[in-house]
């Protein structure tokens, strides 16, 4: 069985930084492209990034480029998403998946890691 | 980027009854269109796969149509484990990008 575990979630103050790893498990990590999406609270689903299988392609929304960077480690079967310069605005449930470059589908999920940007 | 837009934003209706919910891209995708089911806590569910396509393992009652710019979700007869809220994802180029999200009531 295929199996997300997103951690490092956690209270940031406003510009401050923060790194989200997600552990893959059940599944060749090294074949797929893997990508992040939130949720802020009682809103809907926004893709944040993504990054290719042996990391030489990443794209980012608009909103977050030049602030959070994506990165993978194919030894450890783990993605990255390190995040600076956070805003309120960035709070939210942060969600890795799996991406398939075939379907275009987002899955498996992982259960998700909150995020909260607050003074 | 390609904006979708969900309508209805919510809908009421009984077990039994038929749903129809609609994805409308704001320039042509192809059948790169993917729906998802999400419930309140969870993590987003993977529902139907390339406009029409159905994920293994979901009920025969949820159905997708459409091409280019115009999508349709069906739930031909409504269970109660389905009012959830469910979104539709276009992967036809970066970046990704969600529809709104269509909450489903009980009546």
């Known amino acids: 069985e295929v199996q997300l575990v997103e951690s490092g979630g956690g209270l940031v103050q406003p510009g401050g930084s923060l790194r989200l790893s997600c552990a893959a498990s059940g599944l060749t990590f090294s074949s797929y492209w893997m990508s992040w999406v939130r949720q802020a609270p009682g809103k809907g689903l926004e893709w944040v990034a993504i990054i290719n299988q042996d990391a030489t392609g990443e794209f980012y929304v608009d909103s977050v480029k030049g602030r959070f960077t994506i990165s993978r480690d194919n030894a450890k079967n783990s993605v990255y998403l390190q995040m600076t310069s956070l805003r309120a605005e960035d709070t939210a449930v942060y969600y890795c998946a799996t991406y398939s470059t075939r379907s275009g589908w987002l899955d498996p999920w992982g259960q998700g890691t909150l995020v909260t940007v607050s003074s | 980027d390609i904006q979708m837009t969900q309508s209805p934003s919510s809908v009421s209706a009984s077990v039994g009854d038929r749903v129809t919910i609609t994805c409308r891209a704001s320039?042509?995708?192809?059948?790169?269109l993917t729906w998802y089911q999400q419930k309140p806590g969870k993590a987003p569910k993977l529902l139907i796969y390339?406009?029409?396509s159905l994920q293994s393992g979901v009920p025969s009652r949820f159905s997708g149509s459409g091409s280019g710019t115009d999508f349709t979700l069906s739930i031909s007869s409504l269970q109660p484990e389905d009012f959830a809220t469910y979104y539709c994802?276009?992967?036809?180029?970066?970046?990704?990008?969600f529809g709104g999200g269509t909450k489903v009531e009980i009546k």
């Open positions: 390339a406009a029409s």
């Open positions: 320039q042509g995708i192809s059948g790169s």
């Open positions: 994802q276009q992967a036809n180029s970066f970046p990704l990008t």
